[in-house]
């Protein structure tokens, strides 16, 4: 007998309620894995290769978990050569969806405001907590903008995020000035590297530009050799820089910065790269900090507050020994961030930080040139930033190789969850119109019609509607699985043209100790309460179990006097749409390994996004038909809505929109694995030459999609003026017996 199997035939007993009964101490020992969680806040450069040394070599009895406000992280060694164009975007960032799934590791995309230290929990902005057993910290550093203006009107050069999101930007607002002036400020060796990549990256678009390097210091770089500055200010002085010393900047507008001295120097854009300023919340949340707000830790990177918590990279200062804010001391801190944790989880002895106080600097000088020093040495050239290249490369080679303990991507067929994983339509159809009814006369269910909710009661002329939805956990944060679960569920109502007023739940959470079980269960039902709230909807019970795989499903209930037909729709009328299309491909993509951190970005803000407004503002309109865009595409539900009727529907495929990224996939040929079975839907559309690739689009099965309406022109257009909500096709005449005729301008 395999464990898998044995796992999943020992927990097959009955569950009451929301109870979720403990399993014996036996059980526990013999099948559960994880037990404590020990979670990393900030993708910064410790925290992602610690991340990839435990996939290498997992901790025992843990589960990991990753909190990043960004789904890409920047390698600071290599920002300058993007800015100075040697580099792409790609080149210089780290996926960390793509590490995480690699490795087997928990990822949350939130922004973490702080600690509660006595109920060890992290407090998320827009989320419910996170409980920790251990927890890391490596969210890096800013420039310090606290002088006035500063945050309104200057740019810094960390977090390196914000600057990569910007720099086009500004390269593109350059375009409208003859000679822009920018000011970097601070003449360390963030401010040099900066100032000569920006001068490098407009001699090679041919473009002129004013660069002054200002700082308050007597010389630049003043804690280099004397040797080294000089080759930096000659490099300055060939970039034609105007280097501003003893420029103490007290005030910045949106036109100028203004020193203590009240001078004044006239720019266009100031980037700062002053010396780094600690986020706020790690001592409002009680942890010991330095004199500057950075988290104190001790020789093991540990908080010498509190022993649960570590810390590494900028946001970190070691009381004992203390370092430079330097991405070099945070890639040498990981292997021993890896090596505590394996000592705290097993109850041995720690390894303090052996970092050498002099280690390899290397300044890279704007073109292919770069100046570094070592045990006292100073050298330079060509072959210097040939040299730094290698090193960057080498580092971020790293999280392109294989890991020893990763599963295998891609090899085996996977099956989509979501509402991918739905039956498809002919099978459910099939099976449904054999099942036997038992009568009720105020009831006349017909299962073989497609509508989004059954009428569940009718007492006098109120009718209430009911409806049940779910899926198979197609991610690791249950906070947001709830979330969208519950938006998707609803949806069914909204179809219906009624408001939810009511709601259960069932949850099926896969196998793992109680005390994770109980906190996946919090974080589940967290997000479904909060979401159940926004729709202003009472939760009035559930049921709970456990296994093999994470399920939740709704049963949603609404009381009406008015119900929108799906398939009433009229000849002439314009078919609207309020949300994007791609979910199911994306979702596919994103399993696979295959989705790129922007598109990730792009499906998960859609996935959340409620319907609610949408229904509000078009409840009192005149529609005469309706349904959500699901699992079986918005072809398959436009065909819903065609059934038993002589119409047809023009689709002008070139305004249906779809999410960024989502046509992409479709072209490398990602599909939900539903698909096979939706493709027979086509033969009832006229596709008129429209490339695959966009067609499997219009088929792809949504998980929490936008509402389909159709309704007369004039309707239409209210809508579309007061809604995101945009048109995209038209019912006519069905001539040729092809239901869907897709139209390209």
């Not at 589960?63 to 290599?78: A, E, H, N, V, W």
């Not at 600690?278 to 949340?285: K, N």
């Not at 004992?320 to 021993?336: C, D, E, H, L, Q």
Request: hydrophobic share 40%; net charge neutral; glycine share 8%.
């Amino acid at each position: 007998m395999s464990a898998c199997y044995l796992k999943a035939s020992l927990f097959q007993w009955p569950r009451c309620g929301w109870g979720i009964k403990p399993l014996s101490t036996y059980l526990i020992d013999q099948l559960i894995m994880h037990e404590r969680d020990i979670v990393f806040i900030g993708g910064g450069h410790c925290h992602a290769l610690a991340i990839r040394m435990l996939a290498m070599k997992p901790l025992q009895n843990a589960r990991l978990t990753l909190i990043t406000d960004t789904l890409q992280t920047p390698y600071s060694g290599m920002l300058p050569g993007y800015i100075a164009g040697h580099y792409s975007l790609d080149d210089i960032h780290i996926d960390l969806n793509l590490l995480c799934q690699r490795a087997n590791v928990r990822l949350i995309h939130g922004r973490v405001c702080g600690l509660d230290i006595n109920k060890k929990e992290i407090k998320i902005i827009g989320q419910a907590n996170i409980r920790y057993d251990k927890v890391s910290i490596n969210t890096g550093s800013t420039p310090n903008l606290g002088v006035p203006g500063a945050a309104e009107f200057a740019l810094g050069v960390k977090p390196v995020s914000q600057l990569t999101q910007t720099w086009q930007t500004l390269l593109d607002k350059s375009n409208a000035q003859k000679t822009p002036h920018w000011a970097i400020v601070g003449a360390g060796a963030a401010g040099i590297e900066m100032t000569l990549a920006i001068a490098h990256r407009f001699k090679l678009s041919n473009k002129s530009i004013q660069l002054s390097l200002v700082h308050a210091g007597e010389c630049i770089l003043p804690h280099v050799k004397s040797s080294t500055r000089k080759i930096a200010e000659k490099a300055l002085a060939n970039a034609h820089v105007s280097v501003v010393s003893h420029f103490r900047v007290a005030e910045v507008h949106q036109s100028s910065i203004v020193s203590t001295q009240e001078q004044k120097l006239d720019v266009d854009q100031s980037i700062w790269c002053t010396p780094a300023t600690a986020p706020a919340w790690p001592s409002e949340s009680g942890l010991a900090t330095d004199e500057n707000g950075f988290i104190a830790v001790n020789e093991f990177l540990q908080s010498t507050s509190h022993g649960d918590v570590f810390a590494c990279g900028d946001v970190a200062a070691m009381l004992k020994s203390p370092r430079p804010k330097s991405g070099v001391f945070a890639v040498r801190s990981a292997p021993f961030l890896v090596k505590n944790f394996r000592a705290v989880m097993s109850g041995n002895a720690m390894t303090p930080l052996n970092l050498q106080a002099d280690f390899l600097s290397l300044i890279s000088l704007g073109d292919t040139r770069a100046v570094g020093q070592r045990f006292g040495v100073s050298f330079s050239g060509n072959w210097v930033w040939q040299w730094k290249n290698r090193i960057d490369q080498a580092f971020m080679s790293k999280f392109n190789a294989p890991l020893s303990a990763m599963d295998s991507m891609g090899n085996e067929p996977m099956h989509c969850a979501g509402c991918g994983s739905k039956i498809g339509p002919e099978l459910l159809s099939n099976t449904l119109k054999e099942l036997p009814l038992f009568p009720n006369s105020t009831l006349k269910p017909d299962l073989t019609l497609a509508e989004d909710a059954a009428v569940a009661a009718v007492h006098q002329d109120v009718t209430m509607l009911q409806s049940i939805d779910g899926f198979r956990a197609f991610t690791d944060d249950m906070y947001r699985l709830g979330v969208v679960a519950t938006h998707h569920a609803i949806n069914d109502l909204y179809a219906m043209g009624n408001t939810p007023t009511s709601a259960q739940v069932w949850v099926n959470l896969a196998f793992n100790h109680p005390r994770l079980i109980q906190r996946d269960f919090k974080r589940l039902m967290t997000g479904i309460t909060e979401t159940l709230l926004h729709h202003e909807t009472t939760l009035v019970g559930g049921h709970s179990t456990e296994g093999a795989e994470t399920h939740v499903a709704l049963v949603v209930n609404s009381l009406g006097h008015s119900v929108w037909p799906k398939n009433a729709v009229e000849e002439g009328d314009w078919l609207l749409l309020n949300k994007p299309l791609g979910s199911g491909i994306l979702l596919a993509a994103d399993a696979q390994g295959k989705a790129p951190a922007p598109s990730k970005e792009a499906l998960w803000h859609v996935l959340q996004q409620s319907n609610r407004d949408f229904f509000l503002a078009i409840k009192n309109e005149k529609i005469h038909a309706a349904t959500d865009v699901t699992g079986f595409g918005l072809i398959g539900h436009l065909l819903e809505m065609l059934k038993h009727t002589s119409l047809a529907a023009n689709l002008n495929v070139e305004d249906i929109p779809l999410i960024p990224g989502a046509l992409d996939a479709s072209h490398q040929g990602i599909t939900s694995s539903l698909m096979p079975q939706l493709l027979p839907l086509l033969n009832e559309c006229a596709l008129n030459n429209t490339q695959q690739a966009l067609v499997n689009c219009l088929i792809d099965p949504q998980t929490n999609g936008g509402l389909l309406v159709s309704t007369d022109p004039s309707t239409a257009k209210e809508i579309i003026a007061k809604t995101d909500a945009v048109k995209i096709g038209q019912i006519q005449r069905c001539s040729d017996g092809m239901k869907i005729n897709l139209i390209q301008n």
